[in-house]
Each structure stands twice: as structure tokens, then as C-alpha cells.
């Protein structure tokens, strides 16, 4: 079967420095994808990872290792409106994207 | 306004009756896509288009049917609700397909409650 995990959810404080892991099982992979989910909001885009390696976006950076099947998100400066829940997607050997269930991302002044 | 619209924003249904969520894009992308989001579950895709005139069923397309006459609209029908369909149901366009890194783009939701 296909399975990702991510943790339930974290807390962190303003300012600081979070990181949410992301690992996977699937049938094949074709990239790997990060969203952030506002409570009662869509989903929205924040990063692509295809090959190893961090990719650095402003405060996000995303990290994948295929070998381990292993991703994460690091969310740097902390601020109240990252108060969210982030999804980890995998894009498996039919390029179909299978989620996670998601991260709730609680920040605490 | 470029974007993704969906409607209606929500909707309480009896079982049994038949429902059609519809879903507008003006961003001329290929694909689309209709998820369901159940708390503690991760999204699922019910149906996809890679473009007008296809479709294909995703993990969960039971009890749903769609159709793509033409490239902007992709309503979604359940046929006869019951209650395990009351969940919030995204569609999202992508103007590549997922496998090339193609962002998805999500309209606002239908939270749908079946009774």
C-alpha cells in the first residue's frame, strides 16, 4: 500500500525555527510536494522537491532524500500567520499525487 | 479575477437526493481535479481530467460521477447521497500535470453535509 506519514501536530514559538517531517511509501515517485492549509481555507502551493537537496523559498526551505524517502519543511522566523497545517504530497508511479494527512502547526507567542 | 470557484459553498442534503457541486476555472489550465478532506485523512481524489473531453477515476470514486464538456467547468454529481459523503470537497486545476511539478490550485471548498 501507499503510506505517508507526518506528524499530527507540533507547537513552536514565534521567532523561532520548526522542522516538520515527511516520510513516504510509495508505488514509484515522481516528485514530492509541500501545501499550507489555513483552517477553513484551501490549500496552497509552497514547494516542489524532485531531486535531492534543499530548495530555499524566503523563510521555507524543503528537503528531500529519495533513497530514505524522506522530506521536510523548515520554516524559519517564525510568525503567527504560519499558524497552519502543512501537507506533504507524493506524486507516485501512475503521477497521481497521494497525500498526508497533514501537520497542524501551532504557534505560540 | 483569475482563480477557481466553486459552488455551492455549502450545502446539508437528505440522503438519497441527487447533487451536483460545480466548479469553474478561468486560468484555460488542462487538468482538474476533485478531492474529498475528511478530518485525520488526508486529501483523496475522487475524479481527474488531464483535459476536455476526458476524465479518470482517482482512489475514491464510488457513489461520484463527472463530466469535462469543455475546459473551464468539471461538476462533480453524486447520484444518490448518503452519509459517508459528508465531507469538504476541493477542486483544484493544474496547468501541468503533477508528475512535472505542476502546481495544483484550489478553489475554496463545498462542505457538504449529508443527512
Known amino acids: 500500500g501507499q503510506n505517508i506519514d507526518q506528524p499530527t501536530e507540533m507547537t513552536a514559538t514565534e521567532g523561532a525555527i520548526v522542522q516538520i517531517n515527511c516520510t513516504y511509501q510509495t508505488s514509484g515517485f515522481n516528485g514530492l510536494f509541500w501545501y499550507q492549509q489555513h483552517a477553513g481555507e484551501a490549500p496552497t502551493f509552497l514547494s516542489y522537491?524532485?531531486l535531492d537537496g534543499l530548495e530555499e523559498k524566503g523563510r521555507f526551505s524543503s528537503f528531500l532524500s529519495r533513497s530514505k524517502g524522506y522530506s521536510y519543511l523548515l520554516l524559519k522566523e517564525l510568525q503567527m500567520k504560519d499558524s497552519a497545517s502543512y501537507l506533504c504530497?507524493?506524486?507516485?508511479?501512475?503521477?497521481?499525487?497521494?497525500w498526508g494527512a497533514g501537520t497542524k502547526l501551532i504557534i505560540k507567542p | 479575477i483569475a482563480g477557481i470557484t466553486q459552488a455551492p459553498t455549502s450545502q446539508i442534503l437528505a440522503a438519497g437526493r441527487r447533487m451536483t457541486l460545480r466548479c469553474t476555472q478561468d486560468m484555460r489550465h488542462n487538468a482538474m481535479y476533485w478531492y474529498r478532506q475528511d478530518l485525520g485523512l488526508g486529501l483523496r481524489l475522487i475524479h481527474y481530467?488531464?483535459?476536455?473531453?476526458?476524465?479518470g477515476k482517482g482512489e475514491v470514486p464510488d457513489g461520484y460521477s463527472v463530466s469535462r464538456a469543455n475546459t473551464d467547468d468539471f461538476p462533480l454529481t453524486l447520484a444518490s447521497a448518503v452519509p459517508s459523503q459528508t465531507s469538504v470537497y476541493f477542486c483544484?486545476?493544474?496547468?501541468?500535470?503533477?508528475?512535472?511539478?505542476?502546481?495544483?490550485?484550489f478553489g475554496p471548498g463545498t462542505r457538504l453535509t449529508v443527512l
Open positions: 522537491n524532485v
Open positions: 504530497a507524493v506524486v507516485d508511479s501512475n503521477y497521481q499525487l497521494i
Open positions: 481530467s488531464n483535459t476536455a473531453g476526458t476524465t
Open positions: 483544484a486545476s493544474s496547468d501541468s500535470p503533477s508528475g512535472e511539478g505542476g502546481e495544483q490550485f
